[in-house]
């Protein structure tokens, strides 16, 4: 079969075929040249884009980023309910059934590059503060409905943000259900005491 053209190539094309190969061999086993092979096309075309090995790994970071975000807005794309998307955000977030779309291995293998190399964390950095501005847009909702009260949105999304992550490190390492569970509900009972609104979701918006 022959080579395709480099018309057909684009990034996210690239970043999809990225995704598998570090699904399968991680980051350390990733190279130009594997990803050029999974996708029937010559190493230079993958170059032309990104340069090096470690542009297209910056690149990741963004689509991961991107990936995880769409997760999130397509659960929440059709609820008009300020209580529903709360319910649904908490529920995704901590989320200890495997029944929310979740971030897996090549996450958290990116994440962990970020101690090693100083351009990777400033991108990593970058999300992190994305995620935390979805969060203050998301609890200015609550707040116009009185599901939540917070003096302080910037931290309030911040320190949620923290125990998410904290939640997928734990929900990733440990092999015991039962904990899990108990771990997810500790976090999400704490997020909604930082939301001031521990008792608001029992009750039944107008």
Not at 24 to 38: H, L, Y
Not at 118 to 134: H, T, V
Not at 143 to 171: C, D, M, Q, Y
């Amino acid at each position: 079969m022959g080579r395709k053209s480099i018309s057909h190539i684009r990034k996210p094309e690239i970043l999809r075929h990225t995704y598998k190969v570090v699904e399968e061999e991680g980051f350390k086993g990733m190279t130009i040249g594997k990803i050029a092979k999974r996708m029937g096309v010559n190493s230079g075309l993958l170059i032309h884009y990104f340069k090096s090995k470690e542009g297209l790994i910056m690149e990741m970071v963004d689509f991961l980023y991107e990936t995880s975000m769409n997760n999130y807005l397509k659960e929440l794309e059709a609820l008009t309910s300020s209580k529903e998307r709360m319910e649904t955000l908490l529920g995704i977030l901590f989320d200890a059934s495997g029944t929310w779309p979740q971030r897996d291995a090549v996450f958290w293998s990116c994440y962990a590059m970020g101690f090693r190399d100083e351009n990777i964390r400033e991108r990593i950095r970058d999300m992190m503060l994305k995620f935390i501005e979805f969060g203050i847009e998301e609890i200015a909702g609550w707040e116009e409905t009185g599901l939540a009260s917070v003096e302080n949105k910037k931290r309030a999304s911040a320190k949620i943000f923290a125990l998410s992550e904290g939640f997928g490190i734990v929900k990733n390492s440990l092999d015991d259900p039962e904990l899990i569970k108990e771990v997810a509900d500790f976090f999400k009972n704490t997020t909604l005491k930082i939301l001031n609104c521990k008792s608001a979701l029992n009750q039944e918006q107008p």
